[in-house]
């Protein structure tokens, strides 16, 4: 498994923005880190897990709907930390965010299905209105 760990997750007012970063614990070649299938995940209070983005091994990534045109996921394969650029911040984007990976490539349906084996422990991002 990988550990992971997030962080720059806070309070913003709606139209704001964050970044959110995912380390990785332990060291990797930067050509391994790359192969690694990665994204981020986010959980309301009182709704189900949902896929935000994916990044594959060679940078080509896919997003939820509602967060396209706004969110940027990015990954630097050198630092071995995973990034979630988001803007245009609303309240229904808040949510416990969490980044997954898998040393595998990625599938289409990952955003949907979530099948990662490394998961962090989440960072809350809170969007006021």
């Known amino acids: 498994q990988v550990r992971l760990v997030e962080s720059g997750g806070g309070s913003v007012q709606a139209g704001g923005s964050l970044r959110l970063s995912c380390a990785t614990l332990?060291?990797?070649?930067?050509?391994?880190?790359?192969?690694?299938?990665m994204g981020w995940f986010r959980q309301a209070p009182g709704k189900e897990r949902e896929g935000v983005a994916i990044?594959?091994?060679?940078?080509?990534?896919s997003y939820a709907d509602s967060v396209k045109g706004r969110f940027t996921i990015s990954k630097d394969n050198a630092k071995n930390t995973l990034y979630l650029q988001m803007n245009s911040l609303k309240p229904e984007d808040t949510a416990l965010y969490y980044c997954?990976?898998?040393?595998?490539?990625?599938?289409?349906?990952?955003?949907?299905?979530?099948?990662?084996?490394?998961w962090g422990q989440g960072t809350q991002v809170t969007v006021s209105s």
């Open positions: 997954a990976a898998d040393r595998r490539q990625c599938i289409g349906s990952d955003l949907t299905d979530a099948d990662f084996r490394s």
């Open positions: 990044i594959d091994s060679i940078g080509s990534t």
């Open positions: 332990g060291t990797y070649s930067s050509y391994t880190y790359s192969s690694f299938c």
